[in-house]
Every structure is written in C-alpha cells, then in structure tokens.
Antibody
C-alpha cells in the first residue's frame, strides 16, 4: 500500500529556509495531488499547498509569498521550501495524498505521512 | 477564506453511547466537499468521511456523515474504546481549511 515519509531538519534558525522532502513508497507519484499540511497548537491544522503530478502548484494565500513545492518523479518525492521562517512556523509538518474528486478536482486527504516536528529557534 | 466551526469543543461520553459532532461552515460548500478526520495523540489524522457522507476505505459503518450547505454532522452510532480521539472537519470546496476539532473523551 502507498506510504508517505517526511524527512528534513528538525531545527531551523529564524529567517532561514525550512526544507522538507516527502518520499512516496508503494505507488507512483505520477498521479493525484500531493499536499503539505502543518499542525501547531496555536493555529491547528493548516494547509500549505499542493502540487499536481503534472507539476501545477497551488498555495495557501497566507503563505504563498514564502512557499515553493516541487516534484521529483524519478525519485518518487515531492518537497517543501518555506523561506524566511519565524517562530510562528514551528509545527508538525505532514505530507499527504489528495484522493481527488470524480471531476478531477482536489479532494480529501486519504493518506498521510507520520509527520515531522520542525522547530524554528 | 471559508471558516469552519465545530461543536462541542469536548464531548464526554461512555463506550456504547452515540456521539453527534457538528461542523458549520461560514459559506455554503459546493458539492458537499466536506471531510471528517480522526486524530489520536502522536498520530496523523485519518480520513473517515469524504463528500459529507461517504465512508473512506476500511472505516467501520458505525461512523456516518450527513449534511449539506453549511451544516454537517458526524455520528458515531456506538462508541468503541478506540474511538476516543479528536475529530476534525475539513472543506475542500474553496482550497482547504480545517475546523478546530472536537475532542471525544471518556466520561
């Protein structure tokens, strides 16, 4: 079955760039929408953005100016770069697969990674 | 941005009882693009319901979803010990936003 695994530094300095990678195993990344979502005690669950297997991206407007999500189909991975981080970006970061809808639009998140805690300090 | 409100914040019930969780959206959700997730401590959320009323793969039939427009409900017909957790609703009609969650704990 498809599994997702986040990887990357657990500690990032303020003003630097947070970089995480999600490795997809048990299936191909060459379909579906692939998202990054974060969770913090103060802000709850917050969707960051997605990348479609075609390479098209869409970001949360509140983070759009700082986010880039990219895809590496040869490695079955997708990545998150969030620049100019502050303490407010401290959270558990999840990657997730979006199962889509029958019309081909983004849908609910049916498979999640375990999550990785990132602290900005 | 569509804002989701969940009630109650905490629901204290006993195993075997029925749980009714509410999710209200600030705008009508097109095509019932509303999902429910369960989250246990230290775990990622798990998809329970999508399209307001469709159970995800492997989800027991004691979980059911209903509603449309701006008012949605998740019902757990008879609580099992493993059902005590936090439940989130999420809309995907206008990018994605989540509710703050309802904690179902043991009375």
């Amino acid at each position: 079955q498809v599994q997702l695994q986040e990887s990357g530094p657990g500690l990032v300095k303020p003003s630097e760039t947070l970089s995480l990678t999600c490795t997809v195993s048990g299936g191909s990344i060459s379909s579906y929408y692939w998202s990054w979502i974060r969770q913090s005690p103060g802000k709850g669950l917050e969707w960051i953005g997605y990348i479609y297997y075609t390479g098209n991206t869409y970001y949360n407007p509140s983070l759009k100016s700082r986010v880039i999500i990219s895809l590496d189909t040869s490695s079955n991975q997708f990545s998150l770069n969030l620049r100019s981080v502050t303490a407010a970006d401290t959270a558990v970061y999840y990657c997730a697969r979006d199962q889509g809808t029958v019309s081909g639009a983004p849908g609910a998140f049916d498979i999640w990674g375990l999550g990785t805690m990132v602290t900005v300090s | 941005e569509i804002v989701l409100t969940q009630s109650p914040g905490t629901l204290s019930l006993s195993p075997g009882e029925r749980a009714t969780l509410s999710c209200r959206t600030s705008q009508s959700i097109s095509s019932s693009y509303l999902a429910w997730y369960q989250q246990k401590p230290g775990q990622a959320p798990r998809l329970l319901i999508y399209g307001a009323s469709n159970r995800a793969t492997g989800i027991p039939d004691r979980f059911s979803g209903s509603g449309s427009g701006t008012d949605f409900t998740l019902t757990i017909s008879r609580l099992e010990p493993e059902d005590f957790a936090v439940y989130f609703c999420q809309q995907y009609g206008d990018f994605f936003t989540f509710g703050p969650g309802t904690k179902v704990d043991i009375k």
